[in-house]
């Protein structure tokens, strides 16, 4: 067990701008860590996760964004979290391992016995009180946290190969074309300091190549890739691999959910594992409703407290509270008309959804508006481009119309039916 | 006056445009505005006097018979049935009923086409045919695209027919024959008993003898035959039944444009209706249900919070909650869309259920197992 001077730093890696494209329209209105997952921002996900740590000292955001974009939102979860939380912003791509190099000299002002490195980007149960447990058993410079995929889709990601009695990492290849194995790298790693002690290695030889290169001029034309920068580290390829088989690395493997959010439709699916989670972690999260006082709710499903799901109008005898659920999160001051019905979506700020509309597979953008009887649906495919229905900030659906697998960019109108269509 | 006049309605065969609702009944006792197609017609002949219908089939004729007595006691007329046994064309089946047609009264006798709907201003025509002295009336309309049809062409003043042109490539007119006629007994001496066609065959002979003689349909006309027809026709009759019987037209908050509501049926809270839409008898509507431009036939129940429109919902089936069924999605006969469903276009035999969307326009056919509606 560490001791109560073993204190713990945790970065975040959250991007930055250029980097979530693949996040649009969604990413044209707030910063990817920002958009909530089961109600709650993306990034708050994994630094709740760190105040479960023992001894948590700092949490650090690191990114590309403006300062700007992250100063509301790191003060307000350092209040709500009591734990410090501060964002650094990369003034140039310094590579995985090389922003955290970047910024050593403030993490390290804590004297931090260990340091953990996540990816925001990331949705997964984050057990890391057990991976630092584990990590000090080992006692290597990192402990990656790993988890079993489908041989298929294996090489998307960095695969590894650990020995089953040590859980010491033996090797390690990003994206491979054949297959190497099953168990891949989750984008969660615990360090001791060491690490910057690895990282500044791989920096010098680098320089020292380019001395040499500077020298041969052959040389210089032969390069057919460009060489980078002596400061950028890439910490799978300049890491990780160099280092597996040398009783440096070990691995932690999780049993529980991981998906990587690259994409909106992803966004649901991950709002949905979330929603789930906090039916065994935090139930009192979850909306509950038998239809009667208030809307009828089926599974998991959060609703902002300052959110609005009621009957509107005069003249109804029977009060027909929408339907909500499952896998449903609404948004600070959405207002949910009578006989609504929402399946699987996410339902942003300020939406307005009118008397027995239905929305399913879907995400509503912010201040959006759907009509009376209209329809928002996606196929529910979270990996498709069209699978889910996207619809951006401020889109008015007018009563009746049907929106089927389809893109719909900010600020539009829909007066007609559209279906498996990018509407810009 | 005319008390003793006859009249034909060409029924035809299966009705396969009209497919599924044909596969549960045959198409002249499918409703139309919440009264068999057939029913309209014969109701029109009632009204100016004619005292026997006879009724060109060539299929189901038990069926149709059995429906028919009901309607003779009601309405004090006479119906038979005259079957071909093998296809007889537009005009061959006249030849088959001719007994039936003729008597020493020397009437003229009317021949309808059982798909068409209009305003039937038979007594109108009985004039007309009277002042011009020809053999034969027909009654034409005017429609936007001739070309698809058979094009009549007449002398503007006096109607007389002067020839027929089959689908015409240039425009020769505007008006198209409107499948209602009004023939003189000696018709029939024209017409021999095999396959012919009374467009082809039979009506140019008479016209270019200068005896047949045409007017303009006054009001609406549709061929109803087929779904989309049968839709477009539904605005039509309502609209027209705005204009000569707008009490029989439901009203209220929750109405919108032309809407006929049977008085069995149920309307829930909350619900908006029409424009366009016929509610068959026993029909349920709860609340919060939306219906526009669609026909909804006898015991169907629409649950809460579901929209249709464009669309025809057959006998006895259902529709879930939440459930979204447009663009000329026709159900046929206990048909149940499960809850949350949405169809675009399906077209869905008997005895089915939906538990899946279904996106794009297509047939769902028979399932094995026809009686187990669980799988």
């Given at each position: 067990m560490g001791s109560s001077d073993e204190r713990v730093v945790a970065v975040i890696m959250v991007g930055g701008p250029t980097k979530g494209t693949r996040f649009r329209p969604l990413s044209l209105n707030i910063p990817k860590p920002l958009f909530p997952l089961a109600g709650q921002p993306m990034v708050h996900h994994p630094i709740s996760a760190c105040k479960r740590i023992p001894n948590l000292a700092q949490i650090y955001l690191v990114g590309f964004y403006e300062e700007r974009e992250f100063a509301l939102y790191v003060s307000s979860i350092s209040n709500e979290l009591k734990v410090p939380v501060r964002y650094l912003r990369e003034d140039k791509p310094h590579g995985s391992a090389g922003g955290l190099y970047n910024f050593r000299d403030l993490i390290m002002e804590d004297n931090p016995s260990h340091i953990f490195l996540l990816n925001c980007d990331v949705c997964c149960s984050f057990p890391l009180p057990e991976m630092l447990v584990a990590h000090r058993?080992?006692?290597?410079?990192?402990t990656i946290l790993v988890i079993k995929v489908s041989p298929?889709?294996?090489?998307?990601?960095?695969?590894?190969?650990?020995?089953?009695?040590?859980?010491?990492?033996?090797?390690?290849?990003?994206?491979?074309?054949?297959f190497v194995s099953d168990r891949i790298n989750c984008g969660v790693y615990v360090f001791t300091p060491d690490i910057f002690t690895a990282i500044q290695g791989v920096s010098s030889q680098r320089k020292e190549r380019a001395n040499l290169r500077r020298m041969s001029s052959f040389e210089a034309l032969q390069s057919a890739t460009r060489s980078l920068p002596t400061d950028f580290v890439r910490l799978d390829q300049d890491i990780l691999s160099p280092l597996a088989g040398k009783k440096q690395l070990y691995t932690y493997e999780t049993m529980d959910f991981w998906e990587q959010i690259k994409t909106p439709g992803m966004s649901l699916k991950c709002s949905a594992l979330y929603l789930a989670q906090f039916r065994f972690t935090s139930p009192y999260l979850l909306a509950t409703g038998d239809g009667t006082k208030t809307a009828a709710v089926i599974g998991d499903v959060f609703v902002h407290p300052s959110a609005k799901v009621h009957p509107t109008a005069k003249n109804l005898l029977t009060l027909n509270y929408a339907q909500i659920g499952p896998n449903v999160s609404i948004s600070a001051n959405a207002r949910i008309g009578p006989g609504v019905r929402l399946i699987s979506c996410i339902v942003l700020d300020d939406v307005e959804v009118k008397e027995n509309a239905v929305v399913i597979h879907a995400i509503v953008g912010w201040k959006s508006a759907i009509g009376r009887w209209s329809r928002v649906q996606g196929e529910g495919d979270y990996n498709a481009k069209l699978g889910i229905t996207i619809l951006g900030e401020a889109v008015t659906v007018e009563d009746e119309v049907v929106v089927v697998n389809s893109i719909v960019l900010p600020n539009k109108t829909l007066n007609v039916s559209v279906q498996q269509e990018i509407i810009l | 006056e005319h008390f003793r006049m006859?009249?034909?309605?060409?029924?035809?065969?299966?009705?396969?445009?009209?497919?599924?609702?044909?596969?549960?009944?045959?198409?002249?006792?499918?409703?139309?505005?919440?009264?068999?197609?057939?029913?309209?017609?014969?109701?029109?002949?009632?009204?100016?006097?004619?005292?026997?219908?006879?009724?060109a089939i060539n299929y189901q004729p038990e069926v149709m018979l059995n429906f028919l007595k009901d309607f003779e006691t009601k309405l004090g007329i006479t119906i038979t049935c005259s079957q071909e046994t093998e296809p007889l064309g537009t005009a061959g089946p006249l030849a088959l009923a001719r007994d039936k047609l003729i008597d020493d009264s020397g009437e003229p006798?009317?021949?309808?086409?059982?798909?068409?709907?209009?305003?039937?201003?038979?007594?109108?025509?009985?004039?007309?045919?009277?002042?011009?002295?020809?053999?034969?009336?027909?009654?034409?309309?005017?429609?936007?695209?001739?070309?698809?049809?058979?094009?009549?062409?007449?002398?503007?003043?006096?109607g007389k027919v002067e020839r027929f042109v089959e689908k015409p490539k240039l425009f020769v007119g505007n008006k198209i024959n409107a499948g209602i006629y009004l023939l003189n007994p000696s018709v029939l001496d024209r017409i021999e008993l095999r396959p012919t066609s009374i467009e082809k065959e039979v009506f140019p002979k008479i016209a270019a003898e200068k005896m047949l003689f045409a007017m303009v349909l006054p009001g609406f006309w549709m061929d109803i035959g087929q779904p989309k027809d049968y839709i477009t026709g539904l605005r039509l009759y309502l609209d027209s039944l705005r204009k000569n019987a707008s009490s029989k037209l439901a009203t209220g908050t929750h109405v919108v444009g032309n809407v006929l509501v049977d008085e069995s049926a149920k309307i829930g809270?909350?619900?908006?209706?029409?424009?366009?839409?016929?509610?068959?008898?026993?029909?349920?509507?709860?609340?919060?249900v939306r219906l526009s431009r669609c026909t909804v036939m006898r015991g169907v129940r629409i649950k809460k919070h579901a929209c249709v429109s464009g669309s025809i919902i057959g006998w006895h089936s259902t529709v879930g909650q939440w459930a979204r069924v447009e663009n000329m999605t026709i159900l046929g006969e206990d048909v149940h869309v499960c809850d949350e469903i949405y169809s675009n276009g399906g077209v869905v035999l008997p005895h089915k259920e939906i538990k899946s969307s279904i996106l794009k326009?297509?047939?769902?056919?028979?399932?094995?197992?026809?009686?187990n509606k669980k799988e």
């Open positions: 058993r080992y006692g290597g410079i990192g298929e889709s294996a090489n998307e990601f960095g695969e590894l190969v650990a020995d089953p009695s040590t859980n010491e990492l033996l090797h390690y290849t990003e994206k491979p074309e054949t | 006859k009249a034909l309605i060409l029924v035809g065969g299966f009705g396969t445009r009209l497919r599924p609702l044909t596969l549960s009944v045959p198409k002249p006792l499918v409703e139309f505005a919440n009264k068999p197609m057939i029913l309209h017609q014969i109701e029109a002949l009632k009204a100016i006097g004619v005292s026997e219908v006879v009724l006798f009317f021949v309808l086409n059982s798909d068409v709907i209009s305003e039937y201003p038979l007594k109108q025509m009985i004039e007309f045919h009277k002042s011009h002295g020809g053999e034969a009336s027909i009654m034409v309309t005017k429609v936007d695209e001739p070309s698809k049809y058979g094009v009549v062409v007449t002398e503007e003043s006096t809270e909350g619900c908006l209706i029409g424009p366009d839409v016929a509610i068959g008898p026993g029909c349920v509507i709860e609340s919060g326009p297509e047939i769902q056919k028979f399932q094995l197992k026809l009686n």
